[in-house]
């Protein structure tokens, strides 16, 4: 291997980095906006020092709706301009109640890692069916390479508060995202407990490591948690903030295929005020 290529290998690997570790979410700049009162959203990456705009290109991504409980659905990616310089991806407004946002992006994106930074980030992110999977083909100490696909949803409330049974049904609707994390009651209900689960093609994914992170203080998070056998994980429900959940999933591709793995990463963000609505 030449100079010239040795180099652009750790370059390579070097930019590729936070993109195959870190979390993408939707961020709106309210999560309860008054009355028609216009969002402004913005595509986030990574967590703590590394938190920046995501530079993602709009081909990449395949829809951005809003789904309301009574089924009402909006298209919303003709809204959708992404560019970190700008003030924000994409503004537009809600009718008044709760709807949940929903992105999907292509598996165009790849990362290539050095075999011990690809481990670290297995281990680090849960995906312990590729390491057992590298295990078995011996390629523990092989370099390791991925596409990945980001599937989120954001939870926002426009005008007067939708009554809490409708905020429910609405959350624990999946929407059919590849890898989606699936809330079983509303945060805002103050009940002692979270429940969720993550689904997988559609599926109960058993194993997969769900964070739970508080967006105002988010180098590290709260609490994690792993599925059970149907998918299922709960977490004490948090205090006011803003916050986000996220799990990834990864898959071996057949030998000969460009890469090594196809990951999917998840995400919901939502709110809590200091008070629950009567």
Do not use: C
Request: charged share 20%; net charge positive; hydrophobic share 45%.
């Amino acid at each position: 291997m030449t100079y010239r290529s040795i180099l652009a290998w750790t370059l390579l690997a070097a930019s590729s980095a936070p993109a195959a570790a870190h979390d993408f979410w939707i961020q709106p700049d309210r999560y309860r906006p008054a009355g028609h009162d216009g969002i402004a959203l913005t595509l986030q990456v990574g967590h703590g020092r590394d938190r920046q705009r995501s530079a993602i290109a709009l081909r990449r991504i395949q829809r951005l709706q809003a789904f309301a409980a009574d089924g009402r659905r909006l298209d919303l990616r003709a809204q959708l301009r992404p560019d970190p310089q700008a003030a924000a991806d994409a503004r537009f407004a809600l009718p008044a109640g709760a709807w949940l946002l929903a992105l999907d992006t292509d598996a165009g994106a790849q990362s290539r890692l050095p075999a011990p930074r690809f481990n670290d980030y297995l281990r680090a992110e849960g995906l312990t069916p590729a390491l057992q999977a590298r295990s078995a083909q011996g390629r523990s100490d092989a370099d390791g390479s991925e596409r990945y696909s980001r599937h989120s949803k954001a939870l926002v409330r426009a005008g007067a508060s939708a009554a809490a049974a409708g905020v429910a049904a609405l959350l624990a609707q999946p929407l059919g995202l590849p890898l989606e994390i699936v809330l079983d009651a509303d945060p805002q209900a103050r009940a002692p407990r979270l429940p969720l689960r993550v689904l997988w093609q559609g599926r109960p994914l058993a194993g997969a490591l769900v964070k739970l992170t508080r967006l105002e203080d988010d180098a590290r998070p709260l609490e994690q948690r792993r599925t059970d056998a149907q998918g299922r994980a709960e977490f004490a429900v948090p205090g006011a903030g803003t916050w986000l959940l996220n799990a990834i999933w990864t898959q071996p591709l057949p030998a000969g295929a460009e890469v090594d793995f196809e990951t999917a990463f998840t995400s919901l963000s939502f709110d809590i005020v200091d008070a629950a609505p009567p």
